[in-house]
């Protein structure tokens, strides 16, 4: 059975300043989603990425595959208080099938 | 935002007694999806519809059932509540790459 780590469990951090997140497998991923899930609702999907080394931005948010495909991390520059939320990898498995990591809380504040 | 909804968004039960969530969409897609999400383990698949009365066990199946009578409606059934499955229960659709999550039901067992 894959697992799928993130870290760090939690996160609070101050308006305006950098952070990064990472989600580690324990085998290699088939492709990689990230998504960011805000209270009382479910996730929402921010990326997927494919190949080992490949790095997708979507505005503050810079998503990097491993070279083995086996990790991934999430930078965000500049937080905003409208970047809390969860954050989870998960493994597509090749098909439709989600296996997701233990997620990130992360909590920006003014 | 997909069509998805699921009801009811609150319940709470008492040991023993049978509980049947409704997840409902109106785009018509042939995938959908019953997640639980708990503290500590993100989102673990329960089961899934691959059309109209096809259905498979994903990874935490034990004490649910499933049902799919038309590509609109997906039904998760507890047959006898336990308060292990006290949990929140996610329904989600696909395309084929993509999963879109309905709001959640937040179900305590007592």
């Known amino acids: 059975t894959q697992l799928l780590e993130q870290s760090p469990q939690f996160l609070s951090i101050q308006e305006g300043e950098n952070l990064t997140v990472y989600c580690n497998s324990s085998?290699?991923?088939?492709?990689l989603q990230w998504y960011r899930q805000e209270p009382g609702e479910g996730p929402v999907l921010l990326v997927t990425?494919?190949?080992?080394?490949e790095v997708k931005k979507l505005k503050r948010l810079t998503f990097q595959f491993g070279d083995a495909r086996k990790d991934s991390s999430l930078h965000i520059t500049a937080a905003q208080t409208g970047d809390t939320g969860l954050y989870l990898c998960a493994d597509t498995g090749g098909g439709n099938k989600l296996t997701f990591g233990t997620g990130t809380q992360l909590k920006v504040e003014l | 935002d997909a069509g998805i909804t699921q009801s009811p968004r609150h319940k709470v039960t008492e040991t023993g007694t049978p509980v049947t969530l409704r997840c409902h969409q109106t785009?018509?897609?042939?995938?959908m999806y019953w997640y639980r999400q708990d503290p500590g383990h993100g989102l673990r698949l329960i089961h899934y519809?691959?059309?109209?009365?096809?259905?498979d066990k994903g990874e935490v199946s034990d004490g649910y059932s499933v049902s799919r009578s038309k590509t609109e409606d997906f039904l998760l059934t507890l047959e006898s509540a336990t308060s292990s499955q006290t949990s929140v229960y996610f329904c989600a659709i696909s395309d084929l790459d993509t999963q879109y999550f309905g709001p959640g039901t937040r179900l305590t067992v007592l």
């Open positions: 519809s691959y059309g109209v009365k096809d259905t």
């Open positions: 785009e018509n897609h042939r995938y």
């Open positions: 085998s290699v991923f088939s492709s």
């Open positions: 990425v494919v190949t080992g080394g």
